[in-house]
């Protein structure tokens, strides 16, 4: 990629060529591994944002670090929600394609947390969370869904068919027998 005379055809043509190779065509990668065709760019575009463009990419999809805002934030989340995407914590910060949007989420000028920003997008918290937060209140109405149903309530029963209401009535009341007396109580 080496030339004595960069015309705006050339550099885009190289742009497009970067891309098409599948490296990254953002600003600071294309400066350290590619300094003639950026600054060819600069001098011919402006900058290189400009080149980008005009190689007929989406600059904004293009660039390294992705500027924020609420409404964006909460657009991004709402799109992901409508394609079905996994929004547990875990799942959506861990994801290539969403742990920038999670971050931003997080930071306190934004949300400050993923309950919040799920919120704002007017998706339940409870819907997506893969880990259920238990009280004692929950763990007491639960144990009463399942009587009110005439399902057993022994300790064999809830562990082998609701290990999580018996983990969490354990960590809660001690034991399965401790919950037990503490729904019955209400």
Known sequence: MFYRK???NTIVRHIMELEA????IYSSYVKTHYPLLHQAAFRKFGNWENAVRTAGYDYNKVRRYQFWSK???VAEIRNAWKKGEDLSWREFSNSSCYSALAAAALKKRYFGSWQAALKAADISHESVSRYMQWNEER???KILA????????SLEFIRNNDSRLYYAARRRFGSWQ????AADSE
């Open 139 to 141: 763990i007491k109405l």
């Open 6 to 8: 960069w015309d705006r």
């Open 71 to 73: 409404k964006k934030i």
């Open 21 to 24: 190779k599948g490296e990254p």
């Open 178 to 181: 401790s919950a037990l007396k």
């Open 146 to 153: 399942y009587k009110k149903r005439g399902l057993p309530l």
